[in-house]
């Protein structure tokens, strides 16, 4: 990944360092046994478990290595193909885009885990009414062993907190190793628009097996938590450990940008005809991370990419009568590309009238930033003269990419970098204009070299 190594935090009975620049670090402790913690956001932490200092002697060899998690990037959804006309549609991913935002509500300091009973789920409830169109994607926790090591069964509920109603139930699941992080687990993409527990259930029925137990951070009700003070929870005995170690991702579009969460105890047995209604007191937090933006999609016709569009549909042009085609599309976001999800289609159609499009358009270009070259779209409602210029930051024109006569249907230029002049340009920031008929549209992108 990108992380620097002197961001990472070193950790060890309440005491935390950062390295230098070579990775080496000194951590002053009083004789004991401690486990040994490195962590950094992006990455999965590393420990060193019952690592003993004894006086007047130094304790080395504790080194660590952390491993890049990569961030999810979910494609479309809903991939569809029109036979008769060649027009491709799909939804954005989340059930109809926004932002996707990760909800942290603790320090990331596991220091505390509880013994997970049977047809018991331990979670957190989040406000998420400062959001709308919110669709719960992922979670991420963290679980302990607590000294039984494997890989263990688990059920996560998704219940609507306002009425106690399950919203789904995610089964089938089981940890990867033992004292980590869980990363990415799938949600479905639930709609909710209020209060909304995750909650992890065990599988176990006993004690020997009743694992994963789910941690949290360091900090309890008589002190404060991450994001504020937390009430008494005694009656839940959960009153010494602060919030738990759950992550939520939820796509959504911000409205204030606020979020509440509180941890919460509720029951999945068999024969019960409601959850828990206990609803502790909210604490508030703002979400710590915007994970990505979605910016638009690019679109492929049998592995080939026809061009990127921040629509929800692409007008695939010349296509044969009889033959059978691969329509595939992928979101682009601003720390990466999703995977490619394709539909197989035949085309039906006779040839007349599928190039059509409504509109004059100047869809965009990809890729931005771009080196050497990058590819930009527009569409024709009527056939017509088209110019597209390319401008510098100063507002001179470098290029005329596009001076002609040209079709009613999607069109697609090339820029390489090179002026009028034949010259390659520099680095920098510059300017495409498309004037078609009374259409006149500007965009940006970016050369890096």
Known sequence: GTGNVQDVEVTAGG???NPDANGDYVITINPGTYDVTATLDG??????PGVVVTEGNATTGIDFVLTYIPVVLDPPTNLA????????????PGGGGGDLYELIQHDGNPQNGYFQAYDNGYGVVYDVSGYTDVTVEMVDFRHSSWGVFGTWDYSIHIVDWDTYTELAEVNGLQTTGDDIWEEGIDLGSVSESGLVGIFMEPMGNNAADAYPCLDSDDVGPDGMSYYGPLSD???????DIGDFLMDLWIMGTETDGMVKASRVAANFGEGNSRLNSTVPGFESFIPTQTSRELQSFNVYLDGDMEGNTDATEWQFEDLVNGQTYTAGVEAVYDE??????TIDFTYNGTGAGNNLVALNELIGNYPNPFNPSTTIAFNLANAGHVTIDVYNIKGEKVRT???GEFTATSHTVTWDGIDDNNKQVSSGVYFYKMKADKYVQTKKMILMK
Do not use: R
């Open 15 to 17: 005491v935390t360092v």
């Open 43 to 48: 990455y999965e932490d590393d420990t060193y």
């Open 81 to 92: 193909v029109d036979d008769m006309t060649g027009l491709f549609t799909w939804d954005a």
């Open 233 to 239: 929870y005694s009656g839940m005995a959960l009153s």
């Open 336 to 341: 990466g590309i999703s995977d490619l999800v």
């Open 401 to 403: 990419l596009v001076d």
